[in-house]
């Protein structure tokens, strides 16, 4: 870097400011802190970091800026300042000086509480309702871009690879945005909405509450066995220390599928600020910027619902008394026995074929394979469901097939067999053989960090499941749901 000239005490390569000494560096920028000599204000200077940037660099800068000034001074979103260039041309954003970021409290795999996690959501909801209302998508939500400023909120950052309305067939790479927690649509390229961050909120939120990411990387997995998981793998329980409802929200807003999350930030909002209510936690105030009025509103309830400026989103459609049309009357149906009732958990399980070509195929089976245009199917066995902690799984309402994946490991069930692969081996195993599966735990299984796999046990043999490891958490909930599809597979051969 070339050395800096001063004058009267001012940063040469940032005229107008002094005392400045960076902070932060990234392949695109360094974050300098600053103290602006006309106001004594302490202040963040983003500089692009080379001369010669590439359009798209100087396009995410110009993307932040504008999102950014669009969106106005909500509190939970970082405030820009202004915008200016240095003597060799490269932007420079002069921003809301933040003091770190939520990140930095689940170093080390540390968790915080379940009602700091929900208030933080909260307050980043409304920032995305106020951005989304402005016509912009964030993108990429992740607790590193949400920022804690000196008063000690949260604060929204780095809109680099926001979306504005102005530019919503603007497409961009793969590592755009951080792919660990990137919505499903994000990595198959195809259209983005609200619940795209409503999915990355989720996604961060799962990670402070657990002290690392739902689709965490393991020691030597490769990017795209990775990118497999999160498209296809179901979301693994939260621990113990989490409310039941609150990890069924977020499993929810974490559906591989946009249209079963919450379709807005503040519906997402809601939710959480319901938990709040039914565990007796302070509550947290909303605050978003109506688009009638430059004033924030607090809470959900007295929002205004315009329709949002998004791409590819359905209008919101006033919930009035419907018309009454004359229908005839329907064809009676045979009598069936009513189902138990069963709380289901939610499950995202992949109808995935014996080799994958391509992400159409993962995207189809996503969608369990079906076709709308299917058959009626006959009507069901009962089948006791089973349960992990006070969730009960049905094994009725499972998808065709599964496929459970750790490291180079694989394990796939469906309604005839299972595929076990570890290695360059694959065995078969019909359902027929099964009889049972077993937990084994690594250590202490009080321990948090304990680690575990399954057992399968036939009428002759016993075969590890490595593709099970995991924590113990996980180990369990794995047992369930291949218990579910064992308990279906015998009920539909036994007719």
Not at 252 to 271: D, G, H, L, N, V
Not at 315 to 344: H, Y
Request: aromatic content about 6%; overall charge negative; charged content about 25%.
């Amino acid at each position: 870097m070339a050395l800096r000239r001063r004058v009267n005490g001012e940063d040469g390569l940032f005229p107008g400011f002094r005392d400045v000494r960076e902070i932060g560096y990234g392949s695109l920028a360094t974050v300098y802190r600053a103290k602006e000599t006309s106001t004594g204000r302490t202040v963040a200077l983003k500089l692009l970091n080379v001369r010669d940037a590439s359009p798209r660099a100087v396009e995410s800068f110009e993307r932040e800026s504008r999102a950014l000034g669009a969106l106005g001074a909500h509190p939970n979103i970082v405030t820009l300042y202004r915008t200016f260039r240095t003597e060799d041309g490269r932007p420079v954003l002069v921003l809301e000086l933040c003091v770190g970021a939520v990140s930095d409290k689940v170093k080390d795999g540390e968790a915080i509480p379940a009602a700091e996690a929900v208030s933080i959501g909260i307050k980043i909801a409304g920032a995305l309702e106020t951005a989304h209302r402005g016509g912009v998508l964030h993108r990429d939500v992740k607790p590193q871009n949400v920022l804690t400023t000196e008063f000690g909120e949260p604060a929204l950052a780095d809109f680099g690879v926001a979306m504005l309305q102005t530019s919503s067939q603007t497409s961009t790479g793969l590592f755009d945005f951080t792919t660990l927690h990137a919505a499903p649509e994000l990595l198959e390229g195809t259209a983005t909405s609200a619940a795209t961050d409503v999915y990355e909120l989720a996604s961060s939120l799962y990670q402070l509450l657990s002290g690392r990411s739902a689709f965490r990387a393991f020691e030597g997995e490769s990017p795209a066995s990775i990118i497999l998981r999160i498209l296809r793998d179901p979301v693994p329980p939260l621990g113990p220390n989490v409310p039941l409802a609150l990890s069924s929200v977020l499993a929810r807003a974490m559906s591989k599928i946009p249209a079963e999350r919450p379709q807005t930030a503040a519906e997402f909002a809601e939710q959480l600020r319901e938990i709040e209510r039914a565990q007796g936690w302070n509550q947290t105030p909303f605050l978003v910027r109506s688009e009638r009025s430059p004033v924030p509103v607090r809470g959900s309830e007295t929002v205004p619902a315009p329709p949002l400026l998004l791409p590819q989103r359905t209008p919101v459609v006033e919930k009035t008394a419907p018309a009454v049309v004359p229908t005839p009357p329907p064809e009676p149906e045979p009598a069936v026995e009513p189902e138990p009732a069963v709380e289901r958990m939610p499950t995202y399980i992949a109808n995935v074929a014996e080799e994958e070509s391509s992400e159409r195929t993962i995207l189809q089976a996503a969608h369990g394979g079906r076709s709308p245009a299917s058959s009626p199917t006959p009507p069901r066995p009962a089948i006791a469901p089973v349960f992990v902690g006070d969730i009960a799984i049905d094994p009725m309402s499972l998808r065709p097939s599964m496929t459970l994946r750790a490291g180079l490991d694989s394990l796939k069930v469906d309604g005839e067999q299972l595929v076990i692969r570890s290695g360059m081996s694959r065995e078969r195993v019909p359902w027929s053989d099964v009889t049972h599966f077993e937990t084994y735990t690594e250590g202490d299984p009080t321990d948090v960090d304990a680690r575990g796999y399954l057992i399968l046990r036939t009428h002759h043999d016993a075969i590890d499941l490595p593709a099970t490891r995991g924590s113990v958490t996980e180990v369990e909930h794995a047992h369930a749901v291949l218990e579910a599809y064992r308990l279906r597979a015998n009920a539909l051969a036994n007719g």
